[in-house]
Every structure is written in structure tokens, then in C-alpha cells.
């Protein structure tokens, strides 16, 4: 088929989504780009102020200190949930029923409503109706939910809770991928456990695994509602991430313009991460010349 | 490969289990019980929180109101995903990688970020507390994630299918609905499990899209979850059943469920 027809038909078969795109991603985004450039009284009237919004949450503290909780809770949970997920996946029974058990099982917690996974937790951390809490006393030990140190471990366990389930998942997918002969090959070769994971299967979930850190680190991210459910985003503002302290700005002091700016801001590190991850994989492994026929 | 018995994923089955196994519990005691004393197994199971649920329009409502959002929001990103699937795997054209680009960021947007101008928008249309707002919101992340899954499907099919349908003589819309549709089937309920989920879980644009007449069980947990004294184990009755549509979905795409989560690529 010609270059032109190619580019035709595509058009005509991307429009559908297109259109949806442009009504829920592109025309909110230019909404929020204006709001950054402007001020504006109780959502009416807009006064451009050009670039005054973003050079005062470029020096404010609250803004970094945001960002920082933010990329930080995001790096933790990383190191917690892909060293987890890539061993149990490689632990996991390869067939049969027990395999299919903790498939459903580990799936589940991906499927809870991300306010009931605050609300559990919550729940779990307070004395008598809290197992965590109860646990823990057993043991000797006081959750203290007023010492910030304690509601980062809670909120790490309870993102590993929710979430290593999926980079088992994929991990799971990526290894039934490898063919028995690879590992014929290494048992004949005598090489050890540690080699047969560095050089056949590590190689082989590259893809994979970029896709988990990437899913991974956006969501963790972009975390909204449980930090503030289990504490309401404290002591202190020690857990109120970039998404509240973005909500709060925008809604609750409705400071439309300096919400629209740390908004783009936010926007900017999503576009790095995307363009970092689209480099890396996407552009290597898709998009190859393809010969179109019909 | 043969490998010996791990006690590995058996103990982080439990760790996964034993959350859940406490919201059971905590859904089964009273409010009293559960400030009262700490006791591993409810020790007068009760009803009485899902009573309270399946007899209040105001809670009932609110899964019925999750369920509405939800499946729209799956006919809507599948329909017209499957199209622009189709056109990512097979033609080459201007701004291809571009596009494919740009909806892998959208895929990645925080909600909050979008918040303020889907009010605004979806005010000005008149269409606040209505579910097909929610409905277009949440396309945001799952028509990217739902293209991104059904093109893995759809280059996962060997081009000479395309080719003998040429030659006999399928027109596009042909092809789309005796071929690739029906070869695509297990990939399309992929895609639509995972537009589920995503929409299913998503608490902030819920909400704060809604007020009374379409408030999905999200936002209605929210509000009871916010008033001092929370009634525990109501909420945990709440969540119990908020887990019920997952679950059903997780048994029938048991066998599916591997090679969705790889997006359709792993191979």
C-alpha cells in the first residue's frame, strides 16, 4: 500500500480515539496551562499574570519539599516492590492449580478500590480493631501513627500490599516466555542458579520489568488517596504528596493559578519519565517498518 | 524448567491474604465489638453492616452508580481503541511515534492534575453528577492503556491473514468484523478487565465529578469514612462488597490474566 493511503486509512482509524483524547487529555491540559499564566477571581474573570505562578512555586519550600516526598515515596516503594516481585515470580509454581490460586489471589489487592486499601490499613493500625497494631504490641513494639518514620513504613507495606502483585504478574508472563531449552542449555553448561538469572532471564524480562518500573513509579507518583486516609497526609504534612498538595492549592484555597502552575510542573516530570521509558523501549522493540497490506 | 517447592510465594500469599481475611472480620463484628476488645475471629458474627448497605438506597445506589460509570467507560475506551490498535500495528505513518508518545503520557497524568479543569468543563456542559462525565474522564488513562494492550493482540497476528483476506477480496469493515475481531476476542477481554480496573478503583475524578445523583460507592465511603466515630466496620461492609465485581472478573480471566498484564508483548 502507498505512503499515502497508509497515512489515510490511519487517520480515519485513529479519529475515534482521537476525538475522546482531545476532549479528556488535550483540552484539559490547555485548561490548565491558562490557569498557570493567569489569575483569576473566584473562576470568572482571568488576568494574565505571564509567568509569575511559576516563579513563585519554583522558590517555594512547600512545593519542594512536595516534590521531594513525592519522588522519594515513589523510589522507596520501587526498591521494595521489584526486588519482591521478580523473586516470588521467580519462586511461583510454574503450572497447575496452585499456580492458578496465587495468580487470582495476588490479583485481587490490584482490584480493591484504592479507598478501601486506605481504609483497611487505616483500620489496621488502630489498637484493639487493628491487627498490625495488635501484632506488633505482641511482639513488644508501639505503632506509633504520630511518628512520620512509622506512617512511611506503613504506607511502603501497604503499597507493596497493594501493588507487588502486579510485577509478579508480569514477571510470571515474562518468564513462561523463555523456552526450556535456555535452561537445558545452562544445566548442561553446569551454570549456577545466580548465572541462569543474570544472563538468561534478566535479559529476557527487560521489557517487561521496564514496563512494571514505569507503571509502578508513575502511580506511586500520582498517590492520592491513601496517604490521606490512613493519615490524613500527616503528622504533620509528612506524607501529603505532590496530587494532595496540588488538590489543596486548586480546590480548597481555589488559587486556580498557582495550581495550574505546579500542575504543569508535575506534567514536565511525567513527560521525562515517559520520554526516557519511550526511548528505552518502545522505540526499539515497536514501530519497525511494516509492510501494510491491508 | 523443574525447580524444588518455594515457601517463598506461599508466604507472600500470606501476606496478601491476611489483610483481606481482616476486612472479613472487621465487616463481621459491631461497632461496640470492634472498640471493645481484640478478638481474631469475629465472636458474634453479624450481618447487621450489610443490612445497614443492601437497605440504604444511599449506599446501595452507589455501587449501582460505580457499575453504570464503569462499563461505559469500557464500551467507550474499547470501541474505539480496537480501530487505532489496529492502525499502530500494521500502518506505517506520519507522526506514528509521536502519537503513540503522547498516549503513553496521557496514560500516566495524575488525576489531580486533570481535576480542576474536568469541573470546569463538565460544568459548563451541564453535566456534573452524571455518569457519562465520569465515564470520559476516566478515558484519559484507559483508552492509552486499552491501545496499548490491544496493539500487542494485534501484532501478535501473522500478516499473512491479512494478506489471503485480501485476496479474497475483504473490504476493511470486512475483515475488521469476521477476522480480526474474532481472532482478537481474548485480547478484547483483556483490554476491557484492565479498563475496569482502572476505572473501578479510581477515587479522586469519582468523586469529585459527583454529588448525589451519580456518587459511586468511592466517594460515598469517603464522606462516611470522614465524619469522626467511623462507623469500622461499616466501611470495611462497604469494602467487602466492593471487592465482589473484581473478584468475579479475576475467576473468568484466570487463564488471560498472565499475558494481559504484559500488555500482550512479553514474547
Same mark, same amino acid.
Given at each position: 500500500?502507498?505512503?499515502?493511503?497508509?497515512?489515510?486509512?490511519?487517520?480515519?482509524?485513529?479519529?475515534?480515539?482521537?476525538?475522546?483524547?482531545?476532549?479528556?487529555?488535550?483540552?484539559?491540559?490547555?485548561?490548565?496551562?491558562?490557569?498557570?499564566?493567569?489569575?483569576?477571581?473566584?473562576?470568572?474573570?482571568?488576568?494574565?499574570?505571564?509567568?509569575?505562578?511559576?516563579?513563585?512555586?519554583?522558590?517555594?519550600?512547600?512545593?519542594?519539599?512536595?516534590?521531594?516526598?513525592?519522588?522519594?515515596?515513589?523510589?522507596?516503594?520501587?526498591?521494595?516492590?521489584?526486588?519482591?516481585?521478580?523473586?516470588?515470580?521467580?519462586?511461583?509454581?510454574?503450572?497447575?492449580?496452585?499456580?492458578?490460586?496465587?495468580?487470582?489471589?495476588?490479583?485481587i489487592p490490584?482490584l480493591t478500590p484504592t479507598i478501601v486499601v486506605g481504609y483497611l490499613w487505616a483500620a489496621m493500625?488502630l489498637?484493639?480493631a487493628g491487627l498490625?497494631?495488635?501484632?506488633?504490641?505482641?511482639?513488644?513494639?508501639?505503632?506509633?501513627?504520630?511518628?512520620?518514620?512509622?506512617?512511611?513504613?506503613?504506607?511502603?507495606?501497604?503499597?507493596?500490599?497493594?501493588?507487588?502483585?502486579?510485577? !509478579?504478574?508480569?514477571?510470571?508472563?515474562?518468564?513462561?516466555?523463555?523456552?526450556?531449552?535456555?535452561?537445558?542449555?545452562?544445566?548442561?553448561?553446569?551454570?549456577?542458579?545466580?548465572? !541462569?538469572?543474570?544472563?538468561?532471564?534478566?535479559?529476557?524480562?527487560?521489557?517487561?520489568?521496564?514496563?512494571?518500573?514505569?507503571?509502578?513509579?508513575?502511580?506511586?507518583?500520582?498517590?492520592?488517596t491513601e496517604?490521606?486516609v490512613?493519615?490524613?497526609?500527616?503528622?504533620?504534612?509528612?506524607?501529603?504528596?505532590?496530587?494532595?498538595?496540588?488538590?489543596?492549592?486548586?480546590?480548597?484555597?481555589?488559587?486556580?493559578?498557582?495550581?495550574?502552575?505546579?500542575?504543569?510542573?508535575?506534567?514536565?516530570?511525567?513527560?521525562?519519565?515517559?520520554?526516557?521509558?519511550?526511548?528505552?523501549?518502545?522505540?526499539?522493540?515497536?514501530?519497525?517498518?511494516?509492510?501494510?497490506?491491508? | 524448567?523443574?525447580?524444588?517447592?518455594?515457601?517463598?510465594?506461599?508466604?507472600?500469599?500470606?501476606?496478601?491474604?491476611?489483610p483481606l481475611y481482616w476486612l472479613l472480620v472487621m465487616s463481621l463484628k459491631t461497632n461496640a465489638e470492634i472498640t471493645g476488645?481484640?478478638?481474631?475471629i469475629p465472636l458474634a458474627p453479624t450481618l447487621e453492616n450489610f443490612a445497614v448497605i443492601f437497605s440504604d438506597p444511599a449506599w446501595y445506589l452507589g455501587y449501582v452508580n460505580a457499575l453504570i460509570y464503569v462499563l461505559?467507560?469500557?464500551? +467507550?475506551?474499547?470501541?474505539?481503541?480496537?480501530?487505532?490498535?489496529?492502525?499502530?500495528?500494521?500502518?506505517?505513518?506520519?507522526?506514528?511515534?509521536?502519537?503513540?508518545?503522547?498516549?503513553?503520557?496521557?496514560?500516566?497524568?495524575?488525576?489531580?492534575?486533570?481535576?480542576?479543569?474536568?469541573?470546569?468543563?463538565?460544568?459548563?456542559?451541564?453535566?456534573?453528577d452524571?455518569h457519562?462525565?465520569v465515564?470520559?474522564?476516566?478515558?484519559?488513562?484507559?483508552?492509552?492503556?486499552?491501545?496499548?494492550?490491544?496493539?500487542?493482540?494485534?501484532?501478535?497476528?501473522?500478516?499473512?491473514?491479512?494478506?489471503?483476506?485480501?485476496?479474497?477480496?475483504?473490504?476493511?469493515?470486512?475483515?475488521?468484523?469476521? +477476522?480480526?475481531?474474532?481472532? +482478537?476476542?481474548?485480547? +478484547?477481554?483483556?483490554?476491557?478487565?484492565?479498563?475496569f480496573m482502572?476505572s473501578w478503583v479510581e477515587v479522586l475524578?469519582a468523586n469529585?465529578?459527583t454529588v448525589v445523583a451519580a456518587k459511586p460507592i468511592n466517594g460515598i465511603m469517603s464522606r462516611a469514612g470522614s465524619v469522626n466515630a467511623a462507623d469500622i466496620p461499616l466501611l470495611a461492609a462497604a469494602g467487602v462488597l466492593g471487592l465482589i465485581p473484581g473478584l468475579v472478573l479475576i475467576v473468568?480471566?484466570?487463564?488471560?490474566?498472565?499475558?494481559?498484564?504484559?500488555?500482550?508483548?512479553?514474547?
Open positions: 500500500m502507498t505512503t499515502d493511503r497508509q497515512n489515510a486509512r490511519s487517520l480515519l482509524l485513529l479519529s475515534p480515539a482521537g476525538l475522546v483524547m482531545a476532549l479528556c487529555g488535550v483540552v484539559p491540559m490547555a485548561f490548565v496551562a491558562y490557569y498557570s499564566l493567569h489569575d483569576t477571581f473566584g473562576g470568572n474573570s482571568f488576568i494574565w499574570v505571564g509567568t509569575t505562578w511559576f516563579q513563585q512555586i519554583l522558590v517555594a519550600p512547600e512545593f519542594h519539599a512536595a516534590l521531594l516526598r513525592s519522588l522519594g515515596f515513589s523510589l522507596l516503594v520501587l526498591a521494595i516492590e521489584m526486588p519482591l516481585g521478580i523473586y516470588v515470580a521467580l519462586k511461583m509454581p510454574t503450572r497447575g492449580a496452585l499456580a492458578t490460586v496465587f495468580i487470582v489471589l495476588f490479583t490490584l493500625t489498637p484493639k498490625l497494631f495488635e501484632a506488633l504490641s505482641l511482639l513488644g513494639l508501639n505503632l506509633n501513627m504520630n511518628n512520620p518514620v512509622v506512617v512511611w513504613l506503613v504506607l511502603s507495606v501497604m503499597d507493596a500490599w497493594h501493588w507487588t502483585g502486579l510485577v !509478579v504478574l508480569l514477571c510470571y508472563a515474562g518468564l513462561r516466555a523463555i523456552p526450556d531449552d535456555y535452561y537445558r542449555a545452562a544445566r548442561i553448561d553446569g551454570a549456577s542458579a545466580w548465572a !541462569v538469572f543474570r544472563y538468561i532471564q534478566l535479559p529476557k524480562l527487560r521489557t517487561v520489568l521496564l514496563v512494571a518500573v514505569l507503571l509502578r513509579f508513575m502511580d506511586s507518583f500520582i498517590i492520592y496517604p490521606y490512613v493519615a490524613r497526609g500527616g503528622p504533620g504534612v509528612s506524607t501529603t504528596f505532590l496530587s494532595r498538595e496540588l488538590v489543596q492549592t486548586a480546590l480548597v484555597e481555589f488559587n486556580l493559578g498557582e495550581g495550574g502552575a505546579m500542575a504543569v510542573v508535575y506534567f514536565l516530570v511525567v513527560l521525562c519519565v515517559s520520554w526516557a521509558f519511550f526511548t528505552l523501549v518502545v522505540s526499539k522493540t515497536d514501530l519497525d517498518p511494516k509492510r501494510a497490506v491491508l | 524448567m523443574t525447580q524444588r517447592r518455594s515457601l517463598v510465594p506461599g508466604l507472600y500469599a500470606l501476606f496478601i491474604a491476611v476488645s481484640f478478638a481474631l461505559m467507560n469500557v464500551a +467507550i475506551s474499547v470501541t474505539v481503541a480496537i480501530p487505532a490498535a489496529f492502525a499502530f500495528a500494521r500502518y506505517r505513518f506520519r507522526g506514528d511515534r509521536v502519537l503513540f508518545f503522547v498516549l503513553l503520557t496521557f496514560r500516566m497524568m495524575a488525576p489531580a492534575i486533570l481535576l480542576v479543569p474536568f469541573v470546569q468543563i463538565f460544568s459548563d456542559l451541564g453535566l456534573i452524571t457519562i462525565a465515564a470520559v474522564a476516566h478515558c484519559f488513562f484507559n483508552v492509552p492503556i486499552a491501545v496499548w494492550i490491544l496493539e500487542g493482540f494485534v501484532s501478535g497476528i501473522p500478516r499473512e491473514i491479512d494478506e489471503s483476506a485480501r485476496i479474497d477480496g475483504y473490504s476493511l469493515v470486512g475483515y475488521f468484523r469476521r +477476522i480480526l475481531l474474532p481472532l +482478537i476476542a481474548p485480547g +478484547i477481554a483483556v483490554t476491557a478487565f484492565f479498563c482502572f475524578l469529585g465529578l473468568f480471566m484466570r487463564r488471560h490474566l498472565a499475558r494481559g498484564f504484559s500488555m500482550g508483548r512479553v514474547v
